[in-house]
């Protein structure tokens, strides 16, 4: 009886693992267009139309698509997180350079 015990916890622990590390552990993944009002080496805030100014980090992004930006040009990224903050770009493109 008491083996039966123990396997039932064991499954039952494995089974609550799996599903918080298939479920837990994946962010949704948003995208947003905006003008370029600021940015630095490792940030970018953008003026989202309707939304206003919103910072985002572009710590370890996807940049191929992007060589470089200007005040004004137009960019569009996919970021995980809140618009508000704190959030993680993960891809990134200057619309204006096409």
Do not use: C
């Not at 267009?33 to 080496?41: F, I, Q, S």
């Not at 004004?72 to 993960?90: A, F, H, K, M």
Request: glycine share 10%; no cysteine.
């Amino acid at each position: 009886m008491k083996k039966g015990w123990i396997y039932l916890i064991g499954f039952v622990l494995v089974l609550a693992v799996v599903f918080f590390g298939v479920f837990w552990g994946h962010e949704k993944v948003h995208e947003v267009t905006g003008v370029v009002v600021d940015g630095t080496m490792n940030t970018i805030v953008l003026d989202i139309e309707g939304e206003g100014e919103h910072y985002f980090s572009t710590m370890d992004s996807d940049r191929t698509k992007m060589d470089s930006f200007l005040i004004d040009d137009v960019v569009w990224l996919e970021y995980t997180g809140s618009l508000d903050g704190p959030n993680q770009v993960v891809r990134l493109e200057n619309l204006t350079q096409k």
